[in-house]
Protein backbone atom coordinates (compact mmCIF):
# COMPACT_ATOMS: atom_id res chain seq x y z
CA UNK A 1 0.00 0.00 0.00
CA UNK A 2 2.95 2.31 0.85
CA UNK A 3 4.46 2.32 -2.97
CA UNK A 4 0.92 1.93 -4.57
CA UNK A 5 0.04 5.97 -3.40
CA UNK A 6 3.43 7.35 -4.37
CA UNK A 7 3.00 6.05 -7.86
CA UNK A 8 -0.71 6.80 -8.42
CA UNK A 9 0.39 10.64 -7.35
CA UNK A 10 3.37 10.11 -9.96
CA UNK A 11 1.19 9.30 -12.97
CA UNK A 12 -1.74 11.90 -11.91
CA UNK A 13 1.48 14.29 -11.77
CA UNK A 14 2.33 13.43 -14.90
CA UNK A 15 -1.17 13.14 -16.79
CA UNK A 16 -1.63 16.86 -15.39
CA UNK A 17 1.57 18.02 -16.75
CA UNK A 18 0.93 16.37 -20.52
CA UNK A 19 -2.42 17.64 -20.59
CA UNK A 20 -1.14 21.09 -19.56
CA UNK A 21 1.81 20.74 -22.08
CA UNK A 22 -0.36 19.59 -24.94
CA UNK A 23 -3.55 21.76 -23.94
CA UNK A 24 -4.72 24.27 -26.94
CA UNK A 25 -7.72 27.14 -26.43
CA UNK A 26 -8.90 27.16 -30.25
CA UNK A 27 -8.55 23.99 -32.66
CA UNK A 28 -6.82 25.61 -35.79
CA UNK A 29 -7.99 24.65 -39.28
CA UNK A 30 -8.22 20.62 -40.18
CA UNK A 31 -7.55 19.45 -43.72
CA UNK A 32 -10.68 16.88 -44.45
CA UNK A 33 -9.98 16.44 -48.18
CA UNK A 34 -7.68 16.74 -50.95
CA UNK A 35 -8.85 17.12 -54.21
CA UNK A 36 -6.59 16.14 -57.11
CA UNK A 37 -7.53 18.52 -60.43
CA UNK A 38 -6.99 16.21 -63.75
CA UNK A 39 -4.36 17.29 -66.05
CA UNK A 40 -2.60 20.08 -63.48
CA UNK A 41 0.21 19.84 -61.10
CA UNK A 42 -1.26 20.99 -57.67
CA UNK A 43 -4.33 20.19 -55.50
CA UNK A 44 -7.29 21.69 -53.77
CA UNK A 45 -7.56 20.91 -50.14
CA UNK A 46 -10.37 21.45 -47.72
CA UNK A 47 -10.15 22.76 -44.85
CA UNK A 48 -13.07 22.70 -41.97
CA UNK A 49 -12.29 25.34 -39.08
CA UNK A 50 -14.31 24.39 -35.54
CA UNK A 51 -16.32 27.45 -34.06
CA UNK A 52 -14.94 29.08 -30.92
CA UNK A 53 -14.80 32.47 -29.06
CA UNK A 54 -13.61 34.64 -31.98
CA UNK A 55 -14.80 33.12 -34.77
CA UNK A 56 -17.64 31.04 -36.31
CA UNK A 57 -17.26 27.62 -38.07
CA UNK A 58 -16.13 27.67 -41.72
CA UNK A 59 -15.35 25.94 -44.71
CA UNK A 60 -12.01 27.22 -46.51
CA UNK A 61 -10.42 26.04 -49.97
CA UNK A 62 -7.21 26.20 -50.55
CA UNK A 63 -4.89 25.84 -53.14
CA UNK A 64 -0.76 25.69 -51.80
CA UNK A 65 -2.10 26.61 -48.32
CA UNK A 66 -3.24 29.75 -50.21
CA UNK A 67 -7.06 30.47 -49.11
CA UNK A 68 -8.83 30.92 -52.05
CA UNK A 69 -12.27 31.06 -50.82
CA UNK A 70 -13.77 31.03 -47.15
CA UNK A 71 -17.34 29.88 -46.86
CA UNK A 72 -18.63 31.27 -42.94
CA UNK A 73 -21.36 28.73 -41.21
CA UNK A 74 -21.06 25.46 -43.15
CA UNK A 75 -19.73 22.85 -41.69
CA UNK A 76 -20.12 19.89 -43.96
CA UNK A 77 -18.99 18.92 -47.63
CA UNK A 78 -22.20 17.21 -49.34
CA UNK A 79 -20.13 16.85 -52.42
CA UNK A 80 -17.62 18.21 -54.66
CA UNK A 81 -16.96 17.78 -58.62
CA UNK A 82 -13.98 19.19 -60.98
CA UNK A 83 -16.31 20.30 -64.67
CA UNK A 84 -13.60 21.28 -67.18
CA UNK A 85 -11.72 24.40 -64.75
CA UNK A 86 -14.46 24.58 -62.10
CA UNK A 87 -14.82 23.29 -58.65
CA UNK A 88 -18.32 22.95 -57.91
CA UNK A 89 -18.68 22.39 -54.22
CA UNK A 90 -22.11 21.62 -52.25
CA UNK A 91 -22.03 22.67 -49.10
CA UNK A 92 -24.55 22.95 -46.11
CA UNK A 93 -24.99 23.36 -42.65
CA UNK A 94 -26.10 20.83 -40.28
CA UNK A 95 -26.34 22.52 -36.85
CA UNK A 96 -29.74 23.88 -37.42
CA UNK A 97 -32.73 22.13 -37.94
CA UNK A 98 -33.49 22.63 -41.15
CA UNK A 99 -29.99 22.13 -42.96
CA UNK A 100 -29.16 24.68 -46.03
CA UNK A 101 -27.55 23.29 -48.58
CA UNK A 102 -25.87 25.55 -51.26
CA UNK A 103 -23.92 25.29 -54.09
CA UNK A 104 -20.85 26.61 -55.23
CA UNK A 105 -18.66 27.51 -58.46
CA UNK A 106 -14.71 28.25 -58.12
CA UNK A 107 -13.04 28.31 -60.91
CA UNK A 108 -9.64 27.16 -60.78
CA UNK A 109 -6.30 28.69 -62.38
Not at 10 to 34: L, N, Q, R
Not at 44 to 72: C, F, H, M
Amino acid sequence: MKTIVPCLICIFIGYVIYWIATFSFFDGPEKFKEIAIPNKDYTIDLYYTPSNATAEENIQVRQDDEIINVYPQYNFVDGDIIKNDTLILVLSDTSISQPIKDTFFIKLP
